[in-house]
DNA sequence: TTAGAATATTCCTGCAAACGAATATTATAT
DNA sequence: ATATAATATTCGTTTGCAGGAATATTCTAA
């Protein structure tokens, strides 16, 4: 959970997992369309393997980068248990119920 | 997007949102319940409040943070789009695929 | 107004992470 | 074996946090 959140952090490397969403990539390819250096791109791609987000396939001279859904899907989980807290409309109730108290307290609004 | 996930991928600040998911709470218990120092929590608060994952109420001489569920909604719809890629299976079929080829090239299974 | 509780901010230090440049590694082709 | 392409790693530098300690702020109560 914090690895993967660790990873999606950096912006580089949440744009090489949305590119990577489209299908899997070798280094150069993901270095030419985020305009950035090689060596970079092999360093925030060892991030985001280490944190199981991508896994490779040699390919011949290359390096096939794709992606790793389970970590994706974990976050998912996580946020499952938040999920009720928006859909049940618990939290719009209780700010319906402040802004009653806030417009009863200072009759001039805004 | 990247502040929610710069905000999270602190564990600390992970384990308040978390705290949070339950009830608001003032400054001085989640130092409680998390064993913190309160400055350090006053900190971490100040970036959730920053990425907009908390609000605050004052109330007398506290301040009342409550969990805000706008970025998590941003964190799901985000994830909506990779959901599918697990949801289909396609990426099954595919690693399916990769270890039919990988037994046709090396027949002894490791 | 003064004392005290709850919270926020500042200053400092240490550390981890990102970048650029250079170099090393791995694989292919001749 | 050598040259070359693709990728990985290392090194040095810099910057951005996170933590601790101290201090400042804000609010309440008398």
Same mark, same amino acid.
């Given at each position: 959970?914090? #690895?993967?959140?660790?990873?999606? #952090?950096?912006? /580089?490397?949440?744009?090489?997992?949305? +590119?990577? %969403? /489209?299908?899997?990539?070798?280094?150069?390819?993901? $270095?030419?369309?985020?305009? +950035?250096?090689?060596?970079?791109?092999?360093?925030?791609?060892?991030?985001?393997?280490? $944190?199981? =987000?991508?896994?490779?396939?040699?390919? $011949?001279? %290359?390096?096939? *980068?794709? =992606?790793?859904? &389970?970590?994706?899907?974990? =976050?998912?989980?996580? =946020?499952?248990?938040? &999920?009720? +807290?928006?859909?049940? &409309?618990?939290?719009?109730?209780?700010? *319906?119920?402040?802004?009653?108290? %806030?417009?009863? #307290?200072?009759?001039?609004?805004?």
């Amino acid at each position: 959970m914090n #690895a993967t959140l660790t990873a999606l #952090a950096e912006p /580089h490397r949440l744009h090489i997992v949305e +590119l990577l %969403r /489209h299908g899997p990539l070798p280094v150069g390819d993901i $270095a030419d369309r985020l305009h +950035l250096q090689q060596p970079q791109v092999s360093k925030h791609l060892r991030v985001l393997h280490d $944190a199981g =987000l991508v896994g490779v396939q040699p390919a $011949a001279n %290359r390096r096939i *980068y794709k =992606l790793e859904t &389970r970590p994706l899907q974990e =976050l998912d989980v996580w =946020l499952d248990s938040f &999920r009720r +807290l928006w859909e049940n &409309r618990f939290d719009q109730l209780e700010d *319906y119920l402040q802004e009653l108290q %806030r417009k009863s #307290a200072e009759p001039n609004g805004d």
